[in-house]
C-alpha cells in the first residue's frame, strides 16, 4: 500500500496523539492506584528518609567498632532515644508552662488586638483609604468558634488519628531498622539481576538520591536547629513572651522549603506585636537579619552539594509538588527535583553520545570533581590578581 508524503505525516501526527493520549490515561490511572496506597508509600519513604539520616552514624559505628551491623544500628536507636527523653524531660515542661501561660492570657491578647484594630482602622480612615478592617476582624471570633466546635465535635476522630500517626511512627522505625541492616544486601542482590547498563542507572538513581533526599533533609533539619536556636536568643533578650513556643515553630517552619521563611516569621511577629509591642522593630530586623544569615550564609554552604538546580526550578517544583501532594509534596519537591535534573543532565549526555549507558554511576562523581576543579582554578585566579594587585602597590610606594 502506497502512501504519500502528506497520508504518512497525517498517520505520523495521529500515531504521536494516540501515544500522548495513552500516556496521559496511563498517568491518569496510575495517580489514582498510588492514591489508594498513598499512605503506605509515604511510610516508606518516611522510614527511607530516616535511613538516609542515620546511615552514615551507623557506617561509622560500623566500621570502627567490633560490632556488627545489626548491633550498630541498635546502638545508634538506643542513643537516639536516650537523647530524645533527656530532651523531652528538659524541654517539656517549660513549654507546657508556656502553653498554659499562653492560654490564660488569650483573652488580654484578643482584647489587645481588637484595640489595635480600632486604631488602624481610624488611621486608615483618617488616610482616606476606605477599607474596613474592623469589619473582617470581627470574622475571627466566629471562625475560631466554629473552629473549636468542630475540633469538639471530632474528639474522637483526633484521638484516633493520633494513635493511627504512633502506630504509623512505629511502622517507621521497624522498616528504617531493618533498611540499615539489610538494604546495602537487598541493593547489592537487585543489581546483580539487571543488565550491565540497568546497574549503572540504578546505582545512578541511589547516588542521586542519596545527594538529593539524604543531604537535603539533613541539611533542612540543620538549618531548621540553627534557626530555631538563634529565633529563641532573640526572643529571650528582648524578653518576648513564649520564647521557646515560638524557637520551636520557627524551627520546624523553616524546615518547609520556600514558603518556610514567611510561615517561620508571623508568629513570633503578632506575639512580639501583641506581648511586647516595644521591642517589636528590634524584633523584626533582629529575626529578618537572622534569616538572610541562615538563607543566604548559611545554607548555601550546607545545600551547595544536595540539589544543585536553578531556583526558578525549584519555584516551579514546589508549586508542582504542592497541586499533586500537598505539604508532602512541598517538602519532597526540591530533592525530587534534583533527581530529575541528574538524569536529564545524564539522558543530554547520553543522546549526544558523550557518555555511554554503562558510565551512568560516574556521573555524580565526575560533575563534583569538575566543580572542584572550577572552584580551584576560580582561587588560584583570585589568588593571582590579588597578588598582582599587591605588586602594583607595592610597586607605587616605592
Given at each position: 500500500?502506497?502512501?504519500?508524503?502528506?497520508?504518512?505525516?497525517?498517520?505520523?501526527?495521529?500515531?504521536?496523539?494516540?501515544?500522548?493520549?495513552?500516556?496521559?490515561?496511563?498517568?491518569?490511572?496510575?495517580?489514582?492506584?498510588?492514591?489508594?496506597v498513598a499512605d503506605v508509600v509515604l511510610i516508606f519513604v518516611a522510614a527511607w528518609a530516616l535511613s538516609f539520616l542515620l546511615g552514615p552514624l551507623v557506617n561509622r559505628i560500623d566500621e570502627r567498632t567490633p560490632l556488627n551491623r545489626a548491633l550498630s544500628v541498635v546502638v545508634?536507636?538506643?542513643?537516639?532515644?536516650?537523647?530524645?527523653?533527656?530532651?523531652?524531660?528538659?524541654?517539656?515542661?517549660?513549654?507546657?508552662?508556656?502553653?498554659?501561660?499562653?492560654?490564660?492570657?488569650?483573652?488580654?491578647?484578643?482584647?489587645?488586638?481588637?484595640?489595635?484594630?480600632?486604631?488602624?482602622?481610624?488611621?486608615?480612615?483618617?488616610?482616606?483609604?476606605?477599607?474596613?478592617?474592623?469589619?473582617?476582624?470581627?470574622?475571627?471570633?466566629?471562625?475560631?468558634?466554629?473552629?473549636?466546635?468542630?475540633?469538639?465535635?471530632?474528639?474522637?476522630?483526633?484521638?484516633?488519628?493520633?494513635?493511627?500517626?504512633?502506630?504509623?511512627?512505629?511502622?517507621?522505625?521497624?522498616?528504617?531498622?531493618?533498611?540499615?541492616?539489610?538494604?546495602?544486601?537487598?541493593?547489592?542482590?537487585?543489581?546483580?539481576?539487571?543488565?550491565?547498563e540497568l546497574q549503572s542507572e540504578a546505582e545512578l538513581l541511589r547516588q542521586s538520591a542519596d545527594r538529593s533526599f539524604g543531604g537535603f533533609i539533613r541539611g533542612s533539619l540543620l538549618l531548621g536547629l540553627i534557626y530555631g536556636v538563634g529565633t529563641l536568643a532573640i526572643l529571650?533578650?528582648?524578653?518576648?513572651?513564649?520564647?521557646?513556643?515560638?524557637?520551636?515553630?520557627?524551627?520546624?517552619?523553616?524546615?518547609?522549603?520556600?514558603?518556610?521563611?514567611?510561615?517561620?516569621?508571623?508568629?513570633?511577629?503578632?506575639?512580639?506585636?501583641?506581648?511586647?509591642?516595644?521591642?517589636?522593630?528590634?524584633?523584626?530586623?533582629?529575626?529578618?537579619?537572622?534569616?538572610?544569615?541562615?538563607?543566604?550564609?548559611?545554607?548555601?554552604?550546607?545545600?551547595?552539594?544536595?540539589?544543585?538546580?536553578?531556583?526558578?526550578?525549584?519555584?516551579?517544583?514546589?508549586l508542582l509538588g504542592s497541586r499533586i501532594a500537598g505539604f508532602w509534596g512541598v517538602f519532597l519537591a526540591v530533592p525530587v527535583a534534583g533527581i530529575f535534573n541528574t538524569f536529564l543532565r545524564y539522558g543530554f549526555q547520553v543522546a549526544q553520545g558523550r557518555r555511554a549507558r554503562?558510565?551512568?554511576?560516574?556521573?555524580?562523581?565526575?560533575?563534583?570533581?569538575?566543580?572542584?576543579?572550577?572552584?580551584?582554578?576560580?582561587?588560584?585566579?583570585?589568588?593571582?590578581?590579588?597578588?598582582?594587585?599587591?605588586?602594583?602597590?607595592?610597586?607605587?610606594?616605592?
Amino acid at each position: 500500500m502506497n502512501l504519500s508524503a502528506r497520508e504518512r505525516q497525517l498517520l505520523t501526527t495521529l500515531a504521536i496523539l494516540l501515544i500522548i493520549l495513552a500516556s496521559f490515561q496511563i498517568l491518569a490511572n496510575l495517580s489514582e492506584a498510588l492514591s489508594r496506597v498513598a499512605d503506605v508509600v509515604l511510610i516508606f519513604v518516611a522510614a527511607w528518609a530516616l535511613s538516609f539520616l542515620l546511615g552514615p552514624l551507623v557506617n561509622r559505628i560500623d566500621e570502627r567498632t567490633p560490632l556488627n551491623r545489626a548491633l550498630s544500628v541498635v546502638v545508634v536507636y538506643i542513643g537516639i532515644a536516650i537523647v530524645l527523653t533527656g530532651t523531652l524531660a528538659l524541654a517539656v515542661p517549660g513549654l507546657v508552662s508556656q502553653l498554659n501561660d499562653l492560654v490564660t492570657r488569650a483573652p488580654e491578647y484578643g482584647d489587645r488586638a481588637a484595640r489595635e484594630v480600632l486604631a488602624l482602622q481610624q488611621r486608615l480612615e483618617g488616610s482616606g483609604v476606605q477599607v474596613k478592617v474592623t469589619d473582617l476582624y470581627g470574622q475571627v471570633p466566629e471562625k475560631l468558634s466554629a473552629f473549636a466546635g468542630s475540633i469538639a465535635t471530632d474528639a474522637l476522630g483526633f484521638v484516633s488519628a493520633t494513635a493511627s500517626v504512633l502506630f504509623n511512627f512505629t511502622l517507621v522505625l521497624i522498616i528504617a531498622f531493618l533498611m540499615l541492616i539489610d538494604g546495602d544486601q537487598l541493593w547489592r542482590a537487585f543489581l546483580r539481576r539487571l543488565t550491565p547498563e540497568l546497574q549503572s542507572e540504578a546505582e545512578l538513581l541511589r547516588q542521586s538520591a542519596d545527594r538529593s533526599f539524604g543531604g537535603f533533609i539533613r541539611g533542612s533539619l540543620l538549618l531548621g536547629l540553627i534557626y530555631g536556636v538563634g529565633t529563641l536568643a532573640i526572643l529571650v533578650v528582648l524578653g518576648v513572651p513564649f520564647a521557646g513556643v515560638l524557637a520551636v515553630l520557627s524551627g520546624l517552619a523553616m524546615i518547609i522549603p520556600f514558603f518556610g521563611p514567611i510561615i517561620a516569621e508571623i508568629p513570633v511577629l503578632v506575639v512580639a506585636l501583641l506581648g511586647a509591642p516595644d521591642v517589636f522593630f528590634w524584633v523584626l530586623a533582629l529575626t529578618i537579619a537572622l534569616q538572610q544569615i541562615v538563607l543566604n550564609v548559611i545554607s548555601p554552604r550546607i545545600m551547595s552539594h544536595a540539589i544543585g538546580i536553578h531556583p526558578i526550578f525549584v519555584f516551579l517544583a514546589l508549586l508542582l509538588g504542592s497541586r499533586i501532594a500537598g505539604f508532602w509534596g512541598v517538602f519532597l519537591a526540591v530533592p525530587v527535583a534534583g533527581i530529575f535534573n541528574t538524569f536529564l543532565r545524564y539522558g543530554f549526555q547520553v543522546a549526544q553520545g558523550r557518555r555511554a549507558r554503562t558510565e551512568a554511576s560516574t556521573l555524580i562523581k565526575e560533575s563534583d570533581a569538575a566543580a572542584a576543579a572550577a572552584a580551584d582554578a576560580g582561587g588560584d585566579a583570585r589568588k593571582a590578581r590579588r597578588a598582582e594587585r599587591e605588586a602594583r602597590i607595592a610597586a607605587r610606594g616605592k
